[in-house]
Every structure is written in C-alpha cells, then in structure tokens.
C-alpha cells in the first residue's frame, strides 16, 4: 500500500510539473498570436486608408512595382 501511494504521489507531481510548462508555453504561443494579429490589424487600417483616400498615390505604387 504504501509503495503504490508513492508511486501515486510521484505520478501526480510530475503531471503538475508537466501540466504548468505545457499552460505556459500554450500562454505565449496565443501572445505571440494575438501580437501578430494585432500587428496586421494596424497594417490593414493603413492600407485601407491609402487605398480608399489617395487612390493616385495606391495605383502609382501598384504600377512601379
């Protein structure tokens, strides 16, 4: 008995240990995600703003491309 209640405790804790790394890992894998969303938001509001309020400035980019 006492043997399979060590074996309990142990399991326990390296599925803690395990559990806590995987969270943080999960936690700055969405960071990162929201980061680059948030970055390609500010990108699309600016090229929203070039397309639709200086439409000679857009095409004349598009055309020396």
């Not at 309990?8 to 790394?21: G, R, S």
């Not at 969303?37 to 980019?61: E, Y």
């Amino acid at each position: 008995m006492h043997n399979s209640l060590t074996i309990n405790v142990l399991q326990n804790l390296l599925f803690c240990i395990l559990k806590a790394a995987v969270l943080h890992g999960k936690s700055v894998c969405f960071a990162s995600q929201k980061s680059r969303f948030r970055n390609v938001k500010a990108q699309l509001s600016l090229f929203k703003r070039i397309i639709f309020t200086k439409p000679k400035l857009f095409f004349s980019i598009c055309l020396e491309r």
